[in-house]
């Protein structure tokens, strides 16, 4: 009898303010399923703006500000960005008054979501929360009633994000991915030995796959 395979471990740092993180998931699990390989995804937190005031700054002030971007070169960035997630079946909404976010409570709420199996959930809500609604991440009470949406308790995102019992947790991992060298994201670790950064498209994803596949006791480690 042919031995199932172990799960190949997929460890994902990611910000939900960064449109190429969920670009990028979406490409690599377009690539698992093609292939079919048993996996299981970690997300991992980091903080694109971790200076940002609790305000937030609008999105096309804050590029201009922080990679010189013009009009021009941000409306094609948009312009690509909203065709790779059509064809992945992400919807996003690009606005003139779209606004970027810290997202440290959005990692508090994953976390504590994390604790009851619904992390993926809840990051891929809020990155519809953010890219498709224009939503405010920045609310307190906007986070908690995504946490709820997807059919977590309400009052407890609250209370999560009253007492920050979480907050200790969550800088300590965010520590520990900026001291494995990770300075973008998304980085997509495979097996804690594979590196892939950025949203290289589901080809890419699908050759690191066979890649692993073919590799002795490579695709079946797990944590």
């Excluded at 005031?53 to 948009?78: D, F, I, V």
């Excluded at 980085?187 to 498209?201: D, E, K, M, W």
């Amino acid at each position: 009898m042919t031995p199932q395979p172990k799960k190949l471990q997929i460890d994902i740092v990611s910000d939900v303010m960064c449109p190429w993180c969920v670009i990028g998931y979406k490409q690599l699990a377009k690539a698992l399923e093609d292939i079919g390989t048993p996996h299981e995804i970690r997300w991992h937190p980091f903080e694109l703006n971790p200076q940002m005031p609790a305000e937030g700054q609008n999105m096309r002030e804050h590029l201009a500000e922080k990679y010189g971007s013009t009009t021009e070169q941000s409306n094609a960035n948009r312009e690509a960005m909203t065709k790779a997630g059509a064809e992945l079946g992400f919807e996003f909404r690009f606005t003139d008054d779209m606004r970027m976010h810290n997202t440290f409570n959005v990692h508090q709420l994953m976390h504590w979501a994390d604790q009851q199996g619904r992390k993926h959930d809840l990051e891929m809500a809020f990155f519809t929360a953010h890219f498709t609604d224009g939503r405010n991440l920045s609310d307190k009470g906007v986070l908690a009633d995504v946490a709820a949406e997807i059919g977590l308790d309400r009052d407890e995102a609250l209370a999560v994000l009253a007492d920050q019992r979480f907050a200790e947790d969550v800088r300590k991992a965010e520590q520990y991915w900026t001291g494995q060298g990770i300075r973008g994201v998304p980085a997509v670790i495979f097996n804690q030995r594979h590196l892939v950064s950025g949203a290289q498209g589901v080809e890419t994803f699908t050759d690191v796959l066979n890649q692993l596949a073919a590799m002795p006791d490579e695709g079946s480690a797990s944590l």
